[in-house]
């Protein structure tokens, strides 16, 4: 049955239907719109509805409250949501058991339902109204203004919000160069992607002269992540098909055509149903507002092509072809469909027409930068807190978007990229967060504007990765008329993939470059044009991790399955072989299981108490619940297990070797030296072996006597270690080099970094590495009662520790960013604050006060956070005239560390940059015998990168030996096989993770006793069942 | 009854029922003087028959005047038409970027498990086929699975056996 209406021709009876919504409006005490958008459909938003209807029914209350669905809100994150106008209160997340509650309390007894309203998670700040909703307050809605207050399947709730009149102005009033004056002063460029101004396309096509013309709306929205031409339709479908009429009009089309995917349901049954409505209205159709002005609207469905969202082959679609581009020109503003001029403009452009003819195309133009004008729909998905639909003015930060109306990156997770534009598009990096959204902004920091899409992503995505899932995105839909698409994309993505797979060669990133530009210089349309984007941005920004993958074959972000067995032991910078000697705890075997680990790892014991473990952030068990504890459980086995025995390694090879500085990068570098029969030599300043594991971790961290045994093993195979002896004292360099064929220098990052400010040299004022020493060394050391310690790192907690034990009455640490940026380990903080070390954020130290040169208070400096830096963080900047004074007598400055070269000689020798020396991609400094690796060359960093360095370079100097040679690479000695079991337990997910056990807070006072107790045997079984031995795959195909 | 003889091919046996027969006749009847129709023809005629296999390409083909090569041009260019039977559910992963990025990959291959088919196939039963699909816009509550028309959002690979139960029972 068609729909009948009177013909809505003047304007007289736009208005009096605005009157009568309005007076029905006011009828009701409550107007309660529930969210219709596809994802909070999915939600069950739809049976809410029912539900609240049946409730008013059960409670007589149809006369005081209206229930309709209205369009999607766009704060998809929280749905299903319910707006209850006219006071505007905002429920979210709601469920069919709270809509009851819901009926009764605020329809019934006026008292709305606070808890079911929007909540800051962090603050606990309770939003009532939706104008307060900070992901909505810091948009600004032009195009999606209606959503929320109307029901887009009716279309006098459009007429209500001031609906046609604009179509009524264009078709009555204007002159179609009045229009296109209109919309050219606006300055609206295209939505979908190519941001071509709208009012010139128009201007074409209106001076092209046929009998015919054709508008098309292209809803065809086929970038992956991209959703905002969906929410519109299914949000305010006739804004589009006013801003449609108004196109026609003004270039003189009868007919219209909306090009949408099929695969958007909600958004065709919509639409459809606007078309009809309108049809009935009278705005569709013959005579139009009685100005003989005829426009007809029809849906075309897509059939799923991607290419079909370009301009020449969406129309080929519609003519019934296959949907292939054609050479431009002719454009189609002269020859378009069926050969006719046509306009073709997107969902979004066509939203934003009726605004700008309403309210004046000058008006518009007041917002956004000089070249991008308006506002832009994005649709922000990915790893982000708030996803959904968001609206902001032209020339707003992309981290703005990402960070205050986002809520940032969810699970503590740190961001990594940005995807803008789709497959066309690029992937930005943390350091262009502060890049404001502006077509050619975008395009200069890498990436385009594009219809919208804005993927987040966190540091657990892997570029390479995501580089080649586009690849093969625009291979899958390359239309193939074109060679250079057609056969370049597959070639792109052939040496994508086995880059992924662990097969990329030394080249390949230069051929994909290579290939990126012909293809970009010759294909045919913008699909293939733009296909290599994504590559050459990730190249340009990521360029580190396809070399990891070519050369060092690792995928950081453990993503890639070819490259590994668990994700676990391939995020361990030692690939440590965590699945098996899990798997040998649970099954009692514990000696097996420090075989295990001594294969990759020689301080396992010192690892199982102070690593980062990455391990445990790529841990699958953590999306059910939390991360298997597999550091605490590698303690367990180094605890409870019988030390193997350790036999001495004999010398086979005439080179002998030197290395600078017994810490965990020079010991571990001497021992796989040793292990491959060279005689090693490591000399060290301080009286013990160790480095920072001995004088800079203190005690009730790593007891002493942990770190003495596993030297002791190394000492056993056969490494030499000098103490006491230092470089340019008791030996020069000269004499080194004399000595040794080649030298592995690491003497790590042993001075702490000055405060730089005034004061700084008066009594009581410390550096956290050297008062760490200091107490390491046993000497003894007062500090005051009243400490502050600088910096937010591990050695910042160290000190306050440290400080606390020493028996100050009150430790404080400043740190001048915010609580999650802290760069200590999330346990250490714990156990400070536990301790009683309190902290403050958001403060920097400005002046240190003294008298008689002692220190007496400190003078902090009020901090905010401002625009991103390059890591993805606010910086925090001063706020002027926020100063304090806090009374102190010890300053403990832990804002970084820096290499000391005692022998100034080195610095030249090794060519050292600000403080640190630079190596190539086998740790070879620039000296052709010396190689360097751990702090000195990559700064602070935790034990187990240092380990990694010192055995990437044993096995550089070791294959550089033996190529001069012309040797064989090494082989190593055939090891004892051990097996590993593969036994599940059924009910492996349901055991919660074991906490660590630690010592009470009355006796971790005045005392260096370690904290963390380990694992009782229960427990460590316990702890072991719950690995999911993602390992079992590869290991099954191994063990056959 | 039908008054209309239709010609049905009889190299397909009974597949189609007559009412399925009668149905295609009527969807090329209706847009025999449109413009440009054959997609909406094919799109509607997939939906009566499930897919559209050579025999259908043939009729619609001598109905409508149109090539067959023309046809199976286009029937093979667009994504959303299939010459493989589909089973009785329809399964599609999303295998958009956000999907993607949220692991809608391990989905896949838990379902690759599960009913022992690959993206493309239909199981033996013809109960469940599967597919994998770009985009479908609901990259917010990533990543997606949809069953039939209903959309089941934040799939995770340990949820895929019992959303799949819930069909069986039917």
Redesign the interface.
């Known amino acids: 049955m068609p729909l009948t209406h009177d013909l809505v021709n003047t304007v007289d009876k736009l208005d009096s239907i605005k009157r009568r919504i309005g007076e029905l409006r006011d009828t009701f005490t409550y107007q309660a719109m529930v969210c219709s958008g ?2 909070c ?3 069950d938003s739809l049976a809410l509805k029912n539900i609240i209807e049946e409730y008013i029914k059960l409670y007589h209350l149809e006369d005081k409250v209206s229930v309709s669905e209205c369009g999607c809100m766009g704060f ?2 929280v749905g299903p949501v319910m707006i209850v106008n006219p006071e505007g209160i905002f429920y979210q997340k709601l469920t069919r058991e709270d809509i009851k509650e819901i009926v009764k309390s605020h329809f019934m007894n006026d008292t709305p339902v606070e808890k079911f309203m929007h909540r800051d998670e962090s603050t606990g700040t309770l939003y009532r109204y939706v104008k307060d909703v900070p992901f909505l307050s810091s948009q600004k809605l032009i195009v999606l203004k209606n959503s929320g207050y109307m029901n887009p399947e009716n279309i006098e709730d459009y007429i209500y919000r001031d609906g046609y009149r604009a179509a009524y102005m264009a078709l009555a009033d204007k002159s179609t160069a009045e229009i296109i004056g209109e919309v050219k002063a606006s300055g609206l460029r295209g939505r979908g992607g190519g941001g071509f101004p709208t009012g010139l396309k128009w201007e074409f096509c209106a001076a092209s002269k046929s009998d015919e013309k054709y508008v098309l709306c292209n809803a065809d ?7 905002m031409d ?1 929410s519109i339709l299914e949000s305010d479908p006739h804004s589009v098909i006013e801003g449609m009429i108004i196109a026609a009009r003004a270039i003189g089309a009868k007919q219209g055509y909306v090009y949408c995917r ?4 909600l958004a065709l049954k919509r639409l459809q149903k606007a078309i009809d409505q309108a049809e009935a209205y009278g705005f569709l159709g013959k005579n139009i507002f009685n100005t003989y002005f005829d426009f007809h609207l029809e849906i ?7 290419v079909c969202g370009e301009e020449t082959a969406l129309m080929q ?7 292939t581009p054609r050479p431009r020109p002719p454009f189609p503003a002269v020859s378009g469909l ?1 050969g006719k001029p046509t306009v073709l403009n997107n969902v979004e452009t066509y939203s934003n027409i009726p605004n700008i003819v309403l309210n004046g195309g000058d008006e518009y133009a007041k917002i956004g930068t000089d070249s991008a004008k308006g506002t832009k729909v994005f ?5 982000i807190k708030n ?2 639909l968001v609206e902001v003015p032209m020339g707003t930060p992309i981290g703005k978007v990402i960070f205050d109306i986002g809520g940032g990156i969810p699970d503590g997770n740190r961001f990594k990229a940005v ?1 803008l534009g ?1 497959p066309s598009g690029g992937c930005l990096p943390a350091e262009h967060l502060n890049t404001l959204i502006d077509y050619d902004a975008i395009i200069k920091a890498g990436a385009i504007m594009g219809s919208g ?1 804005m ?1 987040v ?1 966190d540091e657990h ?1 892997c570029m390479v990765d ?1 580089a080649r ?2 690849m093969e ?1 625009c291979q899958d ?1 390359s ?1 193939g008329k074109c060679t250079p698409c057609r056969i370049g994309t597959r070639r792109m993505l052939e040496i994508l993939q086995r880059i992924c797979r662990g097969e990329g060669q030394d080249g390949d990133i230069e051929l994909l470059e290579d290939l990126a530009k012909t293809i970009g210089d010759s294909a045919l349309c913008g699909l293939g044009q733009t296909a290599p984007n994504p590559v050459l941005s990730t190249l340009r920004y990521f360029r580190k991790e396809y070399e990891d993958h070519i050369y060092r074959k690792t995928c950081t972000a453990a993503v890639c399955r070819d490259m590994f067995v668990s994700t676990c032991q391939h995020a361990c910078p030692v690939g440590m072989d965590i699945p098996s000697y899990i798997a040998l705890v649970k099954a009692h075997r514990l000696e097996d299981a420090y075989k295990v680990l001594l294969r990759t790892n020689p301080f396992p014991s010192i690892c199982g108490r102070v690593c980062d473990h990455v391990c445990e952030t790529k841990c699958r068990r953590a ?2 619940d939390q991360a298997v504890a597999i550091k605490n459980l590698k303690r367990f086995i180094t605890d409870n297990a019988v030390r193997p025995a350790v036999h001495a390694v004999p010398i086979t090879r005439k080179e002998k070797i030197g290395v600078v500085g017994a810490g965990a990068s020079g010991l571990a570098a001497a021992l796989e030296l040793r292990k491959r029969g060279y005689a090693v030599t490591v000399y060290e300043e301080m009286p013990e072996p160790g480095g920072m594991m001995r004088y800079g971790i203190p005690d009730y961290r790593l007891p002493h006597r942990i770190l003495k045994g596993e030297i002791d093993d190394i000492r056993k195979a056969g490494v030499e270690i000098k103490t006491r002896t230092k470089i340019g004292r008791d030996i020069t360099i000269n004499e080194l080099l004399d000595t040794y064929d080649y030298l592995y220098f690491a003497i790590g990052a042993q001075q702490s970094a000055k405060l730089d400010i005034r004061g700084e040299s008066s009594r009581g004022v410390y550096g956290a590495v050297e008062l760490l020493r200091q107490i390491n060394s046993g000497k003894k050391t007062k500090l005051g009662k009243h400490v502050s310690v600088i910096g937010g790192g591990n050695s910042a907690i160290d000190s306050a520790r440290s400080a606390m034990r020493m028996g100050a009455e009150t430790v404080t640490v400043y740190y001048r960013r915010e609580r999650q940026d802290l760069p200590a380990l999330k346990e250490e903080v714990n156990e400070a604050e536990e301790e009683g070390v309190r902290f403050e954020f958001l403060v920097a130290p400005s002046k240190i006060i003294a008298k008689n040169h002692h220190v007496v208070g400190l003078e902090l400096q009020r901090m905010k956070l401002g625009s991103f830096d390059s890591s993805g963080r606010k910086k925090p900047v001063p706020i002027d005239d926020e100063t304090f004074t806090v009374a102190t007598d010890t300053v403990i400055a832990a804002i970084g560390q820096k290499a000391v070269y005692d022998d100034p000689a080195w610095m030249d020798m090794i060519g050292v940059k600000k403080d640190w020396v630079p190596v190539d991609r086998h740790m070879k400094t620039c000296h052709g015998r010396i190689w360097a690796g751990g702090d000195v060359v990559s700064g602070p960093g935790m034990v187990i990168g240092a380990v990694r360095a010192g055995r990437d370079a044993a096995i550089a100097i070791d294959n550089k030996i033996r190529a001069d040679n012309n040797e064989p690479d090494w082989q190593a000695p055939v090891e004892e096989e051990i097996y590993i079991p593969v036994e599940l337990d059924e009910k492996a997910d349901q055991i919660t993770r074991e906490e660590m056990p630690e010592l009470s807070i009355s006796e971790r006072r005045n005392s260096y006793h370690e904290v963390e107790l380990g694992y009782t045997q229960k427990a460590a079984l316990r702890e072991a069942g719950r690995c999911l031995r993602c390992d079992v795959d590869k290991l099954e195909k191994s063990n056959k | 009854m039908l008054d209309v003889t239709i010609d049905k091919p009889t190299s397909i046996g009974d597949e189609f029922t007559q009412e399925q027969w009668y149905a295609i006749h009527r969807i090329i009847e209706k847009y025999s003087d449109k413009k440009g129709a054959l997609i909406p023809v094919l799109e509607e005629v997939q939906e009566i028959t499930g897919y559209l296999p050579e025999e259908i390409q043939r009729y619609i083909s001598r109905e409508m005047k149109i090539p067959l090569s023309r046809i199976y041009g286009v029937v093979t260019f667009y994504s959303f038409f299939t010459m493989k039977p589909r089973g009785k559910h329809q399964i599609r992963i999303c295998l958009g970027t956000a999907c993607h990025v949220r692991g809608s990959q391990r989905v896949v291959h838990e379902l690759e498990d599960l009913l022992h088919i690959k993206p493309g196939e239909c199981t033996c039963d013809r109960q469940f086929s599967l597919e994998t699909v770009r985009c479908l816009g609901a990259c917010g509550v990533a990543p997606v699975m949809v069953v039939d028309e209903h959309l089941h959002k934040q799939v995770k690979s340990e949820k895929v056996e019992a959303i799949l139960n819930t069909y069986n029972r039917e």
């Open positions: 596809t994802p459909q999915a939600a998809c994150a929205e086929g970038d992956p992540g991209a959703f969906r099929a695969e958007y349901p075309y469905k897509g059939a799923g092509a991607f679609s519609i003519e019934g072809k296959r949907g069926w649709a922000l998905s990915g790893d996803f959904g995807q789709g899409g993927v992503m995505t995501i899932y586009f995105f839909e239309c999306q059910m």
